[in-house]
């Protein structure tokens, strides 16, 4: 199985920051790598898929990238509603997620 | 719109069977591969099983496989998830999703909002 490690598991922030989450996989993926948001008590939200390709309704905010075995989610500037946990997923082989980093106001 | 809904949750004692069910509509089923995924209670979440539009690839993660079988019926636009030698460990919230394709191995795009299984004594 491809095990996928995000770091950092928690990330705290201002309104306005830009961050970055990075996922690496233990072996390559290709670009066969996506991201989704979930908030507390919701099902998890599609972000992007193929390591870059944003979802319609996505804020340009967002953007992904990487191939291989590394990659990395980047808010440009943080807005009140992406305070949340981010999941990398693999789907080069049956899929498997990250462990998640929760993004906290600071 | 495409939307997936769950059914099947409960309280259960160890050992026993659950069966959960997935209500797709407002899309073609048979084009999608299907999948569930689970998230135990205050943690991420794990891929449990996947199933493709003809049923004739089937994955499940090593921590289930040989106790639940995954299927699916087109004509009914339904997903299953038959759960067997039910663990206190199996206890999460439990999700449909949708793979953007017809294969296993692809982004989940659309999700069910989840039923809730808890495995207890």
């Known amino acids: 199985d491809i095990q996928m490690t995000q770091s950092p598991s928690t990330l705290s922030a201002f309104v306005g920051d830009r961050v970055t989450i990075t996922c690496r996989a233990s072996?390559?993926?290709?670009?066969?790598l996506a991201w989704y948001q979930q908030k507390p008590g919701k099902a998890p939200r599609l972000l992007m898929s193929m390591a870059s390709n944003l979802e319609s309704g996505v804020p340009s905010t967002f953007s992904g990238s990487g191939s291989g075995t590394e990659f990395t989610l980047t808010i440009s500037s943080l807005q009140p509603d992406d305070f949340a946990t981010y999941y990398c997923q693999q789907y080069h082989s049956f899929p498997t997620f990250g462990q998640g980093t929760k993004l906290e106001i600071k | 719109e495409a939307q997936l809904v769950e059914s099947g949750g409960g309280s259960v004692q160890p050992g026993t069977s659950l069966r959960l069910s997935c209500a797709a509509s407002g899309f073609r089923f048979e084009d999608h591969a299907m999948q569930w995924v689970r998230q135990a209670p205050g943690k991420g979440l794990e891929w449990v099983a996947g199933i493709s539009w003809d049923s004739d690839t089937i994955g499940y993660a090593d921590s289930v496989k040989g106790r639940f079988t995954v299927s699916r019926d087109n004509a009914k636009r339904s997903l299953y998830l038959r759960m067997n030698s039910l663990r206190d460990e199996d206890t999460a919230f439990y999700f449909c999703a949708r793979s953007g394709g017809t294969f296993v191995d692809d982004a989940f795009d659309v999700w069910g909002q989840g039923t809730v299984v808890t495995v207890s004594s």
């Open positions: 072996q390559s993926v290709n670009s066969w």
